[in-house]
């Protein structure tokens, strides 16, 4: 087995396992069974996987610039039904979110909880008709701001709600959420 027969297998293998590169630092002229004496020099990189597998009508937002545009603390006129909850749980989605290095994927026209737990959400809304796939990191920002901007006392609890709108066609709300 020569060297376009091994550089199909690579291919082959490269696409059926996660992204790698390989990096080769010998010539690969001798047969394929021979290749075990050139282990040590032959080293394969793991690239850290951005997202799960999308098609070529999605889209993957790429925040090279910051498109933000406007926030609105509770309460909502447009949305009566959504409540505040504790800034500590918003908190704790954030910082979730900030560890996340996969997208968060939403559909078109469509909302998406990013963040759920102790009756507290963070929901991406899209309002185009693309589904699309945004970094989890970049959206925790949004929810940042919101907890930033939207946070206040009753007593000794802290409360927030917020939704942050993005130019490019979705937003990110901040709300109580019983089956959290």
């Known amino acids: 087995m020569y060297l376009p027969k091994l550089v199909s297998l690579i291919i082959q293998n490269l696409l059926l396992a996660p992204p790698f590169l390989l990096v080769i630092n010998t010539t690969l002229a001798a047969p394929f069974e021979h290749i075990d004496s050139h282990r040590e020099e032959v080293e394969v990189y793991q690239f850290r996987s951005e997202s799960a597998a999308f098609n070529s009508t999605d889209v993957v937002i790429a925040r090279d610039k910051q498109t933000k545009s406007d926030l609105a603390c509770y309460p909502f006129s447009g949305q009566p039904t959504w409540k505040p ?72 609890m802290r409360f927030v709600g917020g939704q942050a709108w993005d130019t490019e066609g979705y937003n990110i709300n901040v709300y109580r959420d019983t089956s959290c």
């Open 85 to 156: 909850v504790e800034a500590r749980y918003i908190r704790d989605g954030i910082s979730y979110l900030q560890k996340v290095t996969a997208l968060c994927w939403v559909e078109g026209n469509k909302c998406s909880r990013i963040s759920c737990s102790y009756k507290s959400a963070i929901s991406l809304c899209n309002v185009t008709p693309v589904r699309k796939g945004l970094s989890c990191s970049n959206m925790a920002s949004y929810a940042q701001d919101i907890l930033n901007k939207c946070t206040y006392d009753v007593g000794i």
